[in-house]
């Protein structure tokens, strides 16, 4: 596995370390040493997976609440999204910046988020897959989340006249951010 820093702090992307012959390739997906390694958790649970079946489609932006705030690892099976990782820990060197990563099935690259930041995706083709994995379950009582088009962050999304999003993810309050920290960059 090859680990690339993003802008976001303690977020990577993930690509794999290809094995070829005339046959294909061979790579591992995932590493449990090579996450220690790097420091990042190495326990999850919980395996999702997502289909949309139209392109546009925006689910997020989610994250649960500490005591069970989770990391995930995300990677596109089928077609093609755009994942944006926003970062919501005080302590961080990227608090209350967003990221976006454009993240293809074709590409076989996965993009590890800290827990702590918000993560929603839209996608870029019609019938895109997403497989993620998770370190703490699923708890709807500390489900929280950012709207996709919060003034706040100002999300760029690809394609803005192509947008497919649930109720719930459309009708998020407006973040109010903690009055003693800086404005985003």
């Known amino acids: 596995m090859i680990f690339k820093e993003t802008s976001i702090h303690g977020a990577w992307l993930v690509d794999l370390k290809r094995m070829e012959d005339h046959r294909g390739f061979f790579a591992r997906a995932w590493s449990a040493t090579e996450f220690e390694e790097k420091g990042l958790p190495t326990h999850f649970p919980d395996v999702n997976l997502s289909l949309s079946i139209r392109k546009g489609t925006i689910r997020g932006m989610h994250y649960q609440k500490s005591p069970h705030a989770e990391a995930k690892f995300v990677r596109c099976t089928r077609g093609a999204l755009y994942d944006v990782v926003v970062d919501l820990r005080p302590e961080s060197p990227s608090f209350l910046r967003w990221a976006g990563f454009e993240i293809r099935a074709d590409s076989h690259q996965a993009i590890f988020i800290p827990a702590g930041c918000a993560q929603g995706v839209k996608t870029l083709e019609d019938e895109t897959e997403m497989l993620y994995m998770v370190s ?5 009582d500390a489900e929280v ?3 996709w088009n919060d003034p706040f962050f100002s999300i760029e999304w690809p394609d803005p006249d192509n947008t497919i999003v649930s109720e719930k993810d459309h009708t998020w309050p407006d ?3 903690p009055s003693s920290n800086p404005t985003p960059a």
């Open 136 to 140: 703490t379950c699923y708890r709807p």
């Open 145 to 147: 989340g950012i709207r």
């Open 175 to 177: 973040f109010q951010p």
